[in-house]
């Protein structure tokens, strides 16, 4: 590796370890690439293995666009004792015998939180209240009332019953919290648990298949399995720009339908992300719909590489 770094622009799908964090991992990518410009989406617990999508270069303009993709899990869900944090990382708050259940029982509990459905989330998490992190504020002593969301649990599959543990299949949406669905699915059972083991499977476009071992970061590895800008951009919806269309993307103008390829981009809602590309195939911009044509929401750098520099 130059004593300049890195200068590939993309995203890499890292299966994390359990035990550290999301920022870990990403710290570790910096590392290795000697590159500062590396970020994440979809934060993963420190106990949690699975699916973390790093973005590297220009890629991290993506990050705030792939925030919202669905997620897959397999769980595993101790029963009878509730943590602080929900999971096996917390201390025991509360404990509770456990009623001898089967699949059916446990398939019919699941049945409530499947659809759109409020959810608290654990006192011990990321989301800022009054501007500070839930967790933190916790951890401080302070009594905060942990927020309430409209989450959605597309998909639950029961794999295994015990006596001990639920192991449980789930595809979720945007913000969906499986320390919390182990809270209230257990009670809904007439007992308390917690998540004893968690690992994401797929965010969105992006599977474990596909992964790189957290353990395994080596500039040549991460360069090996790096997927390029122009691939990383074709999870998001794509239209295509003429040649006028790239001038006004470049300098963060709006772009008019004549200066687009086609009529696919009118099918979009307005809160959707588009990539933007321009005749030769590369991505120029992030952008939206508006009622008479497109709006830039962030541009890529002219001519940005995807091509490793060691």
Not at 58 to 81: C, F, N, P, W
Not at 241 to 265: C, F, K, M, Q, Y
Not at 271 to 297: C, H, I, M, N, T
Request: proline content about 4%; glycine content about 10%.
């Amino acid at each position: 590796m130059s004593s300049i770094g890195f200068t590939g622009n993309g995203v890499l799908i890292v299966d994390k370890p359990s035990g550290c964090t999301s920022h870990d991992v990403v710290q570790r990518v910096r590392k290795a690439l000697q590159q500062r410009s590396v970020g994440h989406a979809g934060t993963l617990d420190p106990l949690a293995t699975g699916v973390l999508v790093v973005a590297v270069g220009e890629g991290t303009k993506l990050v705030s666009h792939l925030q919202s993709d669905d997620k897959r899990y397999e769980v595993t869900i101790a029963l009878g004792t509730e943590t602080d944090s929900l999971d096996a990382d917390g201390e025991v708050t509360a404990i509770a015998g456990v009623p001898r259940l089967d699949e059916a029982e446990v398939e019919q509990a699941l049945r409530r939180f499947i659809g759109r459905h409020p959810q608290e989330a654990p006192k011990l998490s990321a989301i800022k209240v009054g501007g500070a992190p839930l967790h933190r504020r916790a951890r401080r002593g302070e009594d905060v009332e942990a927020p309430v969301r409209e989450v959605e649990l597309y998909e639950a599959t029961v794999d295994e019953v015990s006596q001990d543990v639920l192991r449980l299949s789930l595809h979720c949406g945007k913000g969906f919290y499986v320390r919390s669905l182990a809270r209230d699915l257990t009670r809904a059972l007439g007992t308390v648990g917690h998540v004893k083991a968690l690992r994401r499977m797929a965010s969105g476009a992006f599977s474990i298949k596909d992964a790189l071992r957290g353990d395994d970061m080596t500039a040549d590895a991460i360069a090996e399995r790096l997927i390029p800008l122009k691939d990383a951009c074709g999870v998001l919806t794509r239209v295509d720009l003429t040649d006028e269309g790239v001038a006004h993307a470049r300098h963060g103008r709006p772009i008019s339908p004549e200066a687009v390829v086609g009529d696919a981009w009118r099918k979009a809602s307005p809160d959707e992300s588009l990539a933007l590309f321009a005749p030769d195939g590369e991505p120029v911009a992030l952008g939206r719909r508006v009622d008479d044509g497109l709006r830039v929401v962030r541009g890529f750098a002219a001519a940005a590489s995807d091509v490793v520099s060691r």
